[in-house]
């Protein structure tokens, strides 16, 4: 079983940045593709970001392409998610997903098998 655990959320004014980190118990060879997911109060968990276990092929939401940029460092089976020029509109839990191997990025919630317990952002205006 693969563990995921988010951390780096926290409270940013409007214009500010964080950077959230995701470290996955397993050994990368076992997971491939990562994201990060939000989810706002009242609302669905929304996709963000994802990325290939290389780090060659991204996606992003248009909501937050061009300000957040995700990454990973395979030899720390870390994922990072930079978020730069925050927005009051980006408040949310946010959660780091991974999928098995083989398993290609996706927008889709349903095509990760592993899920962190999510990690609170707040951006105040």
């Known amino acids: 079983q693969v563990q995921l655990v988010e951390a780096g959320g926290g409270l940013v004014q409007a214009g500010g940045s964080l950077r959230l980190s995701c470290a996955a118990s397993?050994?990368?060879?076992?997971?491939?593709?990562m994201g990060w997911f939000r989810q706002a109060p009242g609302k669905d968990r929304e996709f963000v970001a994802t990325?290939?276990?290389?780090?060659?092929?991204?996606a992003y939401a248009d909501s937050v392409k061009g300000r957040f940029t995700i990454s990973r460092d395979n030899a720390k089976s870390t994922v990072y998610l930079q978020m730069n020029s925050l927005k009051p509109e980006d408040t949310a839990v946010y959660y780091c997903?991974?999928?098995?191997?083989?398993?290609?990025?996706?927008?889709?919630?349903?095509?990760?098998?592993?899920w962190g317990q999510g990690t609170q952002v707040t951006v105040s205006s």
């Open positions: 397993a050994r990368t060879f076992t997971i491939d593709a």
């Open positions: 997903a991974a999928r098995k191997w083989p398993g290609s990025v996706s927008f889709v919630y349903s095509a990760y098998d592993y």
């Open positions: 990325i290939d276990w290389s780090g060659g092929t991204t």
